[in-house]
């Protein structure tokens, strides 16, 4: 028989989607309990209403879990649970079967709606369940499977739809095809099952539409049809499968729920912390402004409407009422996505753009997908919050974040309330940077989707105007003065009748209650002009005296509107007759919060102004009607401000010169912090303990530090920088110089404000400057340096100020100079240490990756930095602060950038292949990207004149571009066969220098584009910088093959020898203004300068940078280098402070592999992996006669023969070679047979015999006269050999080896004498005799030299400790007193063995604190870890242990003389008799 043809029931069963619909958003609807009730009635159950919901993670309970579980599975094998169980009928089972079935996983899909929050979902399974339950009790009812088919349609219809609220998709992308999908899949399986059911029962579309399907109908055909326990049981299998999927999702959807709850902790980076004096502004009194209320709501909802409201209007108008209203009658973050600010004058330190940003980007964080699309990035730490462009920063938090929710219906799309924006900037108004910012933002806000609301309250100033006629915003403006409308006297009136109805309240027995009367309140509101701030002021007024006659001066004023009229009456009122003394003290409080950089109480403002609490209490209580006081002291309106700095208006008695407020608050914080700054201000009672470890600090700065110590120790300079110097204030100035840095610094440090320090200091000096105090200058000029120069440890510790900081400034800093000695118990430089500044300025932070390039402007002001941040930042040189936001734009690494000559444009260029040219002032990008380079563009740099721009690219080509018109100029200049790395114009602009990784530089005629003359070839790696000298007549190049050279322009001829000296890639050069010098930077981390007639290096090598420096440049004087490293800074150098006192040492040009005493004791020699061998004076630490040259390979080892007449050499190019200390010349043929490296060789005592290991494994004895092999190999090591040396009788030789081990050998027996000598956990690379054969000193990998006994094989006495690197050798003085070991940290030691106690001795106290000391992270450690003194990167590798008695390197040798070093407890005691002298 032919299967039955299946109705189509298409009209009911659900399409699969690959991803629910957002296009609608039901809300929760009440909860229905139905009983067999219409479709129509449960429909109804599903239809959406408005209300507020949140979308909650799932909570079942262990009961409910096991009921639903249970249930299911008990199909199978029984019947459904009780509640469910159909009654006993045998003619209808397998119909009642299904009811059952359809019921539990209803019902198992409403508690699914209920746990996650889908309440039309669960009240629309309610409804069905309770149907079908009828359906089971009621046999009879003839519509019941019509109504029953058609509710589950519905049902099914509420659940797709709420699948597809806004948000929900995203809160489960995670876990998106484990829940979404096995929900689906149920909810399909269920509409399968009944569509079968009802096909195989032959019903039709048809019979349910004409409702002729009666229950007793459809029993008889189920029971009549094909539809056999299997199918029904397959169904019911899929359907048990369909709830087990779902139950795993919802873990996982739990899972995901606690997600969210960990995002809070991220997102919470994104909350501003407003000041405690700050709370929203009144809102409009109930009844009022209905009507401007009425046309925001209407506009709030409308999508046909600009998506910027700008409300505007005079000051004292009620926007900020209005804004306040708004933000309830909207239900913003209630009702409404949405977000609110307030901004206010006096405090814009603090009410910033980015804190508005911020702010709204976590109000709009209740968005489920905003709050994923945030949390998400700021893990991936995408999302710099601490970036000072805001326009990165607007786009980030707000632009990306709103686009993913696009689609949101209007009734519910975001609406953001920003009020008073004419009060950003503070009194800087339209010139603050900050206020610029903001005026951007909104700018980029108009762009936006029409369904992203932004309402804006301000006056009506220029740049906000500007603003406004480009965005056209939809506008309400607040009428005031004769233009006042009705509404708006009526609002006034209604809040002038309430406010006086509650003052007379307070006057029972005297005041009547509708006082003052109708007639009064109608004279008042047209006084007021429609300014609520009037009306407020004049309640205000009014409160704060004897009601009637406060009451008669309001209404005394002339004309409408007149705020300053009402402000002489407020004056007048509350300070009829002031004494001089009174008057003085209302404008120097007024003075001080008018200029205050923030918010400030009353207490600390009488501290600050040194006058009685009471004094300034009386002033605020006065001015109660124009003043909030009970926290931090605020006007309650900007009008005030703007009447007191109006010396035309009416009370000029009272006006304000903001000139003589900040000269007042300069002198008293100049005097509050000589009054209150003292040695160790914070208590602390260790120098152990860094900041940050002392318990309940907090707390105790609280009590150490007061509020007024605190702002004069941050903000000094701010107000000084505005005034002229009177004596007294010089005076003050000088004694803080001279007497209060460091305590200053202990307040700084204390409050993590140092990278503000130097900003402070810079101020000072540049005011110092301005007025040619010569006598402060010098002294201020060494305290930011001191700053930057410690910058990694002040932050850390204040008790090391003095204990690590102070010992180790430079001695001809006029800091050690004015302070050294009053703080005699410190660690002493005995010798070396810091003979002047390390030349480093300032270090420029902001980038969040490594920087690329650097470039001075012209007049030497701004630097400008390139970064792999996809950024280009622009700096004040003398400040470090950064200049306009970063120049954002391309969309890859920003490799290179030049200013203009006339400093007003700046081009980049960029691994995404493009130039972009910006204007220096605004920040803003000049015409289009220039875009004809098909690799990355490396190297930029315009022309003399300015019209011109030239680039490199990996493209191999250099382009030239037309300023005005982007266009390229002439056709590209071909000809490299590698990438071009540089290129820069000649001096006269006719020629352009470029240099490749083909190796070569080349030249080429801007006219023409031909190059000029050949290529000039000589480097061995990549060009990777090149620039024209300041004459045009020579060209300088860096290379990867290590070495920079000159060439000559005409000749096309190197210019002398090339300079070497870097220990890797030269990255980048330039030429001083003058031409004598050259810098360039490396990846060896330093910044080098050169003599270019010598060839020579100039000074010390500039140290600092923690990666590869990328950038160089000269500043215009020639004064200064700027550099960028990989180490995301910029720093800036002074040329004269880097330059190096007295000869210098010299050393070799790679790490230091092997040393070795003469006989005589008076020289050493050294072997290098530079492939020479260099011979030392012991006395001097001079190098002895030129280098010895001639290896092909590392010379791993050297040694002198007996009579100190020759040298032996052992090679990585395998041979072993004999050198004429005199002559310097090789002495025979080279000895050669071993298999691979040389590591290490000997004389025998006699000088007839030599001895070498190799990384063969062997150790082999030659013939010194004839250069044959003495005997057989001997062979034992199982690894390389890396150190052999004779017996002081000839008779022994020891080796040590890779394998850890040192092992002596019997010469005549060829055979291994006793057991190894163990104990190294690296490597032994150095192995030696004592003289008098008794004793082995060995060195190694892990950093240690150890001292063996010959005979027993044990080690005597502990490991010698103090190299940072590997010990490549060691050896015994003939006299076996001292010890020397080199190290690849590029040092040679040398350690007294036999008189350490006499060492001891000279060490005092401190030699046994000394001795067991270690060093991590820069911090000298005791024996138990305590931190005993710091000490700076590049001090670290010089600084001589206990027992060394020299040092030879590159380093700066250091040693200390620790005898009256104080610490821990003591360390307060680094005073000394000094402190009881001063005190």
């Given at each position: ?1209 052992g090679s990585s190019d395998k041979t072993v070679r004999i050198w004429d200390v005199e002559t310097g010349q090789q002495h025979g043929p080279s000895l050669e047979g071993h298999n691979d490296l040389v590591q290490s060789v000997a004389f025998s005592p006699d000088g007839r015999r030599i001895v070498s290991g190799s990384s063969d494994h062997t150790v082999r004895i030659w013939n010194g006269e004839t250069g044959r092999q003495h005997g057989q190999s001997l062979e034992g090591h199982d690894g390389l050999i890396s150190s052999v040396a004779f017996s002081t009788d000839g008779r022994r030789i020891v080796s040590g080896s890779y394998d850890k081990t040192v092992r002596i050998w019997d010469v005549e027996a060829g055979r291994q004498h006793g057991s190894s000598l163990e104990g190294h956990d690296g490597w032994v690379q150095s192995v030696a005799f004592s003289t008098d054969g008794r004793r082995i000193v060995s060195g190694s990998y892990d950093k240690t030299v150890r001292i063996w006994d010959a005979e027993t094989g044990r080690q005597h006495g502990s490991s010698l400790e103090g190299h940072n690197g590997c010990v490549q050798s060691v050896a015994f003085s003939p006299d076996s007193r001292r010890i020397a070991s080199a190290s690849d940290d590029k040092t040679v030691r040398i350690w007294d063995v036999q008189h350490a106690p006499l060492l001891e001795m000279s060490f005092n106290k401190a030699s046994s604190l000394l001795n067991a000391s270690r060093m991590t992270d820069g911090w000298i450690r005791g024996a138990n870890s305590e931190r005993l003194f710091w000490v700076a990167p590049h001090l670290q590798m010089g600084l001589f242990p206990p027992f060394q008695t020299l040092f030879i390197g590159q380093y700066i040798q250091t040693r200390l003389d620790m005898s009256k070093f104080v610490h821990g407890a003591a360390w307060t005691q680094v005073r000394g008799d000094w402190a009881e002298a001063s005190a």
């Open positions: 028989m032919e299967p039955k043809p299946k109705p189509n029931w298409k009209f009911w069963k659900k399409k699969k989607s690959s991803k629910p619909s957002t296009s609608a958003l039901p809300t929760p609807a009440p909860t229905l309990v139905v009983a067999a009730t219409s479709a129509t009635a449960i429909a109804a159950s599903a239809a959406p209403v408005e209300t507020n919901s949140t979308i909650s993670p799932v909570i079942l309970d262990n009961q409910t879990t096991q009921h639903t579980l249970v249930s299911t599975e008990a199909n199978s094998t029984s019947n459904p649970p009780e509640r469910h169980a159909p009654p006993s009928h045998p003619h209808v089972s397998k119909t009642e079967a299904w009811l059952s079935r359809a019921t539990l996983f209803l019902t198992f899909t409403k508690s699914v709606a209920e746990g996650v929050g889908l309440t039309p979902l669960k009240a629309a399974c309610e409804g069905v369940v309770t149907l079908l339950e009828a359906v089971q009790t009621v046999q009879d009812n003839r519509s019941a499977w019509n109504e029953l088919v058609l509710a589950i349609k519905a049902h099914l219809n509420t659940f797709k739809r709420q699948l597809g609220q806004v948000g929900i998709s995203d809160i489960l992308e995670e876990v998106e095809s484990s829940l979404r999908d096995p929900i689906e899949e149920y909810f399909n399986d269920v509409t399968d099952l009944l569509a079968n059911i009802l096909a195989e029962s032959g019903i039709t579309e048809a019979d349910i539409k004409t409702n002729k399907l009666t229950i007793s109908i459809l029993v008889q055909r189920i029971g009549t049809t094909k539809l056999e326990a299997g199918v029904i049981n397959d169904y019911r299998l899929r359907l048990q499968t369909a709830q087990s999927k779902i139950m795993q999702s919802l873990l996982l959807y739990i899972a995901s729920s606690v997600g969210n709850s960990k995002d809070d902790a991220v997102l919470a980076k994104l909350q501003f912390t407003k000041p405690s004096n700050i709370s929203r502004p009144r809102e409009c009194v109930k009844g009022t402004r209905t009507d401007i209320l009425s046309e925001c709501k209407e506009w709030s909802v409308n999508e046909d409407t600009p998506n910027i409201l700008w409300i505007k209007g005079h000051p004292g108008g009620g926007k900020s009422a209005i804004a306040s209203s708004l933000v309830n009658e909207l239900g913003i973050k209630k009702k409404r996505l949405g977000s609110s600010f307030f901004f206010q004058r006096q405090n814009a330190t603090t009410m910033t753009t980015p804190a508005l940003w911020r702010t709204v980007a976590y109000d709009l964080a209740r968005h489920p997908t905003i709050r994923k699309t945030l949390a998400t990035r700021m893990k991936k730490e995408e999302i710099d919050l601490e970036t000072p462009n805001i326009d990165v920063l607007f786009q980030q938090l707000i632009q990306d974040s709103l686009t993913k929710v696009e689609d949101i219906p209007i009734e519910q799309s975001p609406i953001v309330v920003i009020d008073a924006l004419d009060e950003c900037g503070g009194l800087e108004g339209q010139r603050a940077k900050d206020r610029k910012d903001l005026i951007r933002t909104l700018d980029s806000w108009s762009q936006l989707p029409r369904n992203f609301k932004l309402i804006v309250t301000s006056r009506e100033e220029s740049d906000i105007t500007r603003l406004f006629s480009r965005t056209q915003p939809h506008t309400i403006e607040l009428s005031t003065g004769e233009k006042t409308d009705a509404q708006s006297k009526e609002d006034i009136q209604s809040f002038l009748r309430i406010e006086f109805q509650t003052i007379a309240e307070r006057y029972p027995e005297s005041l009547s209650a509708d006082w003052p009367g109708s007639k009064i309140i109608e004279d008042l509101a047209v006084k007021a002009g429609g300014l609520f701030i009037w009306a407020s002021t004049a309640i205000k007024l009014v409160e704060a005296g004897e009601p009637e006659e406060q009451l008669k001066q309001a209404l005394s004023g002339k004309g409408t509107g007149d705020m300053n009229g009402l402000y002489v009456q407020v004056i007048n009122t509350s300070f009829p007759s002031p004494s001089v003394q009174v008057v003085q003290n209302l404008l120097s409080v007024v003075g001080t919060v008018i200029v205050a950089k923030e918010p400030l109480r009353l207490s600390a403002v009488a501290q600050l102004l040194s006058i009685a609490k009471s004094a300034a209490e009386h002033i605020c209580t006065g001015l109660q009607s124009v003043m909030e006081s009970r926290e931090e002291l605020r006007f309650r309106h900007q009008s005030f401000v703007d009447f007191l700095l109006d010396p035309g208006s009416d009370a000029s008695n009272f006006s304000i010169s903001l000139g003589k407020a900040h000269e007042a608050l300069a002198s008293r914080c100049l005097k509050i912090m000589r009054d209150e700054l003292r040695f160790n201000i914070g208590n602390i009672e260790s120098s152990y303990t860094l900041n940050d470890e002392i318990p309940g600090l907090e707390s105790r700065l609280e009590k150490c530090i007061s509020p007024h110590l605190l702002y004069a120790s941050r903000f000094w300079t701010t107000h000084l920088e505005e005034v002229s110097p009177s004596p007294e204030v010089l005076e003050d100035v000088r004694y803080f110089l001279r007497n209060q840095f460091l305590f200053w610094l202990e307040v700084i440090s204390l409050h993590q404000l140092v990278n503000g320090g130097v900003v402070i200091l810079l101020v000072l000096l540049k005011w110092l400057k301005r007025r040619g105090l010569e006598d402060l200058i010098a002294l201020a000029s060494d305290m930011p340096k001191f700053i930057t120069h410690f910058n990694t440890l002040i932050p850390q510790s204040v008790p090391h100020i003095y204990l690590s900081a102070l010992p180790f400034v430079s001695e001809e800093s006029w800091i050690a100079k004015e302070y050294g000695h009053r703080y005699p118990n410190t660690v002493k430089i005995e010798q070396g240490g810091d003979r002047k500044w390390s030349g480093s300025l300032n270090i420029l932070s902001g980038h969040s990756e490594g920087v690329l390039s650097v470039a001075w402007s012209t007049d030497g002001r701004r630097v400008l930095s390139g970064s792999y941040d996809n950024t280009v930042r622009m700096w004040d040189a003398e400040t470090g602060q950064q200049h306009v936001s970063s120049l954002e734009g391309h969309d890859s690494r920003v490799r290179a950038m030049a200013f203009s000559p006339d400093g007003r444009w700046v081009v980049s260029g960029s691994s995404d292949k493009t130039l972009r040219i910006w204007d220096v002032e605004t920040g803003q990008q000049y015409g289009s990207s220039l875009e004809d380079h098909h690799g990355q563009v490396q190297s930029v740099a315009f022309s003399p004149d300015g019209r011109r721009i030239v680039s490199g690219s990996f493209d191999k080509t250099v382009r030239i571009w037309d300023v005005e018109t982007g266009q390229q100029h002439g056709p590209s200049l071909v000809g490299h066969d590698g990438w071009v790395q540089s290129v820069a114009f000649s001096p006269d602009g006719r020629r352009i220098v470029s240099g490749s990784s083909d190796n070569t530089v080349r030249i080429w005629d801007v006219e023409t584009g031909r190059q000029h003359g050949p290529s000039f070839k000589g480097h061995d790696g990549w060009v990777q910088s090149v620039a024209f000298s300041p004459d045009g007549r020579r060209i300088v190049s860096g290379s990867s093959d290590h070495t920079v050279r000159i060439w000559d322009v005409e000749t096309g001829r190197q210019h002398g020898p090339s300079l070497e000296g870097h220990n890797g890639w030269f990255q980048s050069v330039a030429f001083s203004p003058d031409g004598r010098r050259i810098v360039s930077g490396s990846e060896d981390k330093t910044v080098w300068i050169w003599d270019v007639e010598t060839g020579k290096k100039h000074g010390p090598s500039l140290e600092g940078h923690n990666g590869w420096v990328q950038s160089v440049v000269f500043s215009p004087d020639g004064q200064r280098i700027v550099s960028g490293s990989e180490d995301k800074t910029v720093r800036i150098w002074d040329v004269e402070a880097g330059q190096q006192h007295g000869p210098s040492l010299g050393g070799h040009d790679g790490l230091v592999s092997s040393v070795a005493f003469s006989p005589d004791g008076r020289r050493i020699v050294s072997g290098s992996y530079d492939k020479t061998v260099q011979i030392w004076d012991l006395k001097t630490g001079q190098q002895h006669g030129p280098s010895l040259e001639g290896h092909d390979g590392w010379v791993q080892s050297i040694a002198f023969s007996p009579d100190g007449r020759r040298i032996v050499s």
